[in-house]
Every structure is written in C-alpha cells, then in structure tokens.
C-alpha cells in the first residue's frame, strides 16, 4: 500500500508539513508505506497548454508529457494507492506551488470527450488538508473559500478514489508576533490556540489518515 505526501507549503516544520506528518503517521499504523515530498523543493511550471496528454498520437495519453522536475513527482503519484495533500491558504486559495503541481496532475487525467469525465481508469484515494490564519468565524458557507475547497477536493476524484479533507484555523504563523506589522492578530490568542487547538488538528489529522490506508 503507497502513498505519497505532498507538502505545498514552502515551510517544513510549521502548520501544514505538521497536519501533513500526522496524517502519514496515521497511514503508516494502518499498514501504508509513506514518502513524504516538498513541491518546493522542485523547479516546475503549471501546465503549458501543449495538450500532449490529449494527443491521441501520444502513447502516454492521460498523463502530462512536459519534462521537467516534477515528471518524477507526478509519477509516483500516478502509481500510488492514495496522497495525502497539505497547503496553506494564500490569498484564497492554495499556494501557487500546489495549484501548478494540480495543474499537472488534473488537467491531464480529465477527459474532453465527456464534462467532468477522466480517461483515468485507476483509483487513487485522496485527502487534503488545509491551514489558514483565520478564524473558521471568517469562513462562511457559500463563500469563496467554501467555493475553493470543493474545487479543489472535486477535482481529486477525478482520480477514481474517495476523497476526503479537513481545515485548520486561526492558525500561528509566526513565532513572536511583536516582530511582525501584524495588528489585526491577537498574538496571546494565537499562541493559546497554537497550544489547545492544533494539537487536536493533528490528531484530526493522523485520525484520517489511518482511515484512508485502512479503506483502501
């Protein structure tokens, strides 16, 4: 049982590599082989508009055919059984990196015989996690945001599987926040949540992750 972890924060050790962890660590006790990746770590580009995964001259039809450091990446997730995906939220949607990185993975699968439909005829089980500065008080039903989580998790279905997601809120994003120009923020408030709250996000989080690798 694979399972490949993308991390679309440009951080390592803060919000979303954090939910991310637990998440594996939960696959892991179910039995999955987890391999954790950084979508910055890699030079690549959003999808160029060559329409080679369209091309019915092109042997590896359904998938992307640009050559560039995300190939590799794109790969293992082709062969997984599940991901695990994490992103914080930047001005109202996934970071740039992991929007590109959907670009890819997405567009490719998606079928332009059939609305919606995927010429993907695997099943590759997903779930995404979320992590934003603002208080879930912020996010309201119909909004944007709500807008952009299904999108983003609807899409993932086009890859066969279940999908499934979880957001983390009024998260901390800086460790003193008397360094920053950050007014709006009570700091005393997002450390007490960064030491009540978070943790019950990430056992949120390795939760589930062991139901994902235990469905599959």
């Given at each position: 049982?694979?399972?490949?972890?993308?991390?679309?924060?440009?951080?390592?050790?803060?919000?979303?590599?954090?939910?991310?962890?637990?998440?594996?660590?939960?696959?892991?006790?179910?039995?999955?082989?987890?391999?954790?990746?950084?979508?910055?770590?890699?030079?690549?580009?959003?999808?160029?508009?060559?329409?080679?995964?369209?091309?019915?001259?092109?042997?590896?039809?359904?998938?992307?055919?640009?050559?560039?450091?995300?190939?590799?990446?794109?790969?293992?997730?082709?062969?997984?059984?599940?991901?695990?995906?994490?992103?914080?939220?930047?001005?109202?949607?996934?970071?740039?990196?992991?929007?590109?990185?959907?670009?890819?993975?997405?567009?490719?699968?998606?079928?332009?015989?059939?609305?919606?439909?995927?010429?993907?005829?695997?099943?590759?089980?997903?779930?995404?996690?979320?992590?934003?500065?603002?208080?879930?008080?912020?996010?309201?039903?119909?909004?944007?945001?709500?807008?952009?989580?299904?999108?983003?998790?609807?899409?993932?279905?086009?890859?066969?599987?279940?999908?499934?997601?979880?957001?983390?809120?009024d998260t901390y994003q800086f460790d003193n926040y008397d360094d920053y120009a950050?007014?709006?923020?009570?700091?005393?408030?997002?450390?007490?949540?960064?030491?009540?709250?978070?943790?019950?996000?990430?056992?949120?989080?390795?939760?589930?992750?062991?139901?994902?690798?235990?469905?599959?």
């Open positions: 049982m694979q399972i490949v972890a993308i991390n679309g924060s440009p951080r390592k050790n803060f919000n979303s590599v954090a939910l991310l962890k637990h998440a594996a660590e939960g696959a892991t006790s179910a039995g999955a082989e987890v391999e954790l990746l950084h979508l910055y770590d890699y030079q690549y580009t959003g999808c160029v508009s060559c329409f080679g995964c369209k091309n019915l001259k092109n042997q590896n039809r359904g998938h992307c055919v640009v050559a560039d450091e995300l190939s590799p990446v794109l790969r293992k997730c082709m062969q997984a059984d599940a991901l695990l995906l994490a992103s914080p939220i930047y001005l109202g949607n996934v970071t740039g990196m992991m929007r590109s990185f959907l670009e890819r993975l997405i567009f490719a699968v998606s079928s332009y015989d059939e609305f919606g439909g995927s010429v993907f005829d695997g099943h590759i089980s997903s779930a995404f996690f979320f992590s934003m500065n603002m208080p879930e008080t912020a996010v309201t039903r119909g909004s944007s945001w709500t807008e952009m989580v299904k999108n983003n998790v609807h899409r993932l279905s086009r890859l066969g599987g279940n999908t499934a997601w979880m957001a983390s809120y950050a007014d709006m923020f009570d700091s005393a408030g997002k450390k007490k949540r960064r030491e009540e709250q978070f943790p019950l996000d990430c056992k949120n989080a390795f939760e589930m992750g062991h139901s994902l690798a235990r469905n599959l």
